[in-house]
DNA sequence: TTTAGTCATTAACCAGTGTTAATGATGGTA
DNA sequence: TACCATCATTAACACTGGTTAATGACTAAA
C-alpha cells in the first residue's frame, strides 16, 4: 500500500476493499507544485483531481474587470479541482495556484469516473465528498447572511487557523468578500477597541 | 405506480429497479401544507424530507437580533427539508414556511437510510442530490462574490421567474442579502436609467 | 364601511466600504 | 549595498447601504 494516510482517511467514511484500493492506487500519480504554480487556470480542460499530501492552494475566479475573488483555501488532505466544472463537464473558471510548495496525489478523471461502477464504496466516497463540499458551501452562506466583516474574519481564522501568517490578508479580504483597505481598517479598528 | 412524475424526474439521473421503486413509494406520504404553514421550524428534529408536488416554500434561519434571513425558495420538483442539518444530524436552525398552498409528498429519514444498502441506485441519487445541492450553492457564492445587488436581483428573476409576484419584495432582498429599503432603492435607480 | 395589518416607497441621517493615492515595512535579487 | 516588488496601513473623498420614520397603496377582517 503506498498510501496508507490516505486509506485511512477514505475509510472513515466507508469500508473499501483492499482490492479496490490497490485498483485505485494504481491510478494514483504525484506531483510536486512549486510556489506560485497553477494546477489549474480558467480555460482549462478539467481532466483530473488531486489530493493534497502537503502545501496550500488558493482557489480563486477573475470578474469581469480583471478582479479576483477567493473561493477558498485548501490544505492538507483537502481535495483539489474545479469540483463544480467537473460535476458540469465544462471548462474551468476557476484558478487554482500553490501558495508554497506542495505535493498532491493526482488521479485522472477518466480514470476515476469507471470505479463508480466497479463497486458501491466509490459511490458511497462521491456521495459523501459531495455532501462535504456542499456543506462548507453551506457554511459559507451563512456567513455571508449573518456576519459583518470582523465577525468573518474571526470565523476565518478558527477555520484556517493554520493558514495565518501564509496567506497575504489581501488574499483573505479577498475571501472575506472586501477590499484589502476594507479588511485593514475593520481589524485597526478591533486593535484599539481591545 | 403512484407518482409516474417522481420516478420519472429520479429516472434521468440514473435507473431505478421497478421493485426498488415500489418499496420506496410504500414509504411515501402524501401532506397538504396551507399558506403560511411551516414544513420545519428551528429547534425541530430532522426527521423526515420532502419533494414537492406543487406550491413554493421559503427556507430562513433567524440571527440574534431575531432577523430573518431567506436562504432559498423551493418549488415544484424540488426536494424540501433541512438538508444541511440532516447531514450533520442535528436539530433544524432553518424555518421551512409555504407561501402559498403546497403539496408534497413526504419521506421519513429512518425510512429511506436503509434503501441505501439495499440498492446502489439509491446511492446515486443521494450522490447526485448533493451534487446538485452543492451546485446551487457555488453559484450563490460567485453572485455574492461578483455581483452586485441589482445584478442578484437579475439573476434570481431568472432562476426563480415563475415566483416574482408571489413573493414579497422585502423577501427577495434578504435573499439576495440587503434590507428592503436597500432593493426598493435600487429598483427605483435602475428604472430611472432605463 | 371602518379598522388593522402588510407592504413598497421615499427621505434624512449616519456608519461603513470602495477607490485612489501616499507612506513605510519587508524581503528577495542584482 | 542599492534596487525592486509585494504588502499593510492610513487618509481623503464619494457613494452605497443600514436605520428609522413617515406616507400611501392594498388587502382582509370586523
Known amino acids: 500500500m503506498k498510501y496508507p494516510q490516505l ?35 480558467a480555460g482549462d480542460k478539467v481532466l483530473e483531481f488531486g489530493i493534497i ?7 480563486y475566479y477573475t470578474d469581469k474587470n480583471g478582479k479576483e475573488h477567493i473561493k477558498t483555501f485548501r ?9 463544480a466544472e467537473m460535476l458540469m463537464n465544462i471548462p474551468s473558471r476557476t484558478y487554482i495556484q500553490a501558495m508554497e510548495s506542495s505535493k498532491i496525489i493526482l488521479i485522472n478523471k477518466d480514470d ?12 458511497i466516497l462521491g456521495r459523501i465528498a459531495a455532501e462535504r463540499h456542499f456543506l462548507s458551501k453551506e457554511q459559507r452562506e451563512f456567513e455571508f447572511l449573518q456576519l459583518d466583516v470582523i465577525e468573518r474574519y474571526q470565523k476565518f481564522c478558527d477555520e484556517f487557523d493554520c493558514l495565518i501568517g501564509k496567506i497575504p490578508q ?7 468578500g472586501v477590499t484589502p483597505v476594507a479588511l485593514s481598517r475593520v481589524l485597526s479598528r478591533s486593535r484599539k477597541v481591545k
Open 75 to 83: 490544505k492538507n488532505g483537502d481535495l483539489l479541482g474545479a469540483y
Open 112 to 123: 476515476f469516473y469507471p470505479f463508480y461502477t466497479k463497486h458501491v464504496c466509490w459511490q
Open 7 to 41: 486509506y485511512q482517511q477514505f475509510s472513515q467514511w466507508t469500508n473499501i476493499p483492499t482490492d479496490q484500493w490497490s485498483m485505485f492506487e494504481s491510478k494514483l500519480m504525484e506531483r510536486i507544485f512549486s510556489k506560485g504554480e497553477y494546477f489549474l487556470q
Open 170 to 176: 489581501h488574499q483573505i479580504a479577498s475571501y472575506l
Open 53 to 59: 499530501l502537503n502545501g496550500i492552494f488558493r482557489l
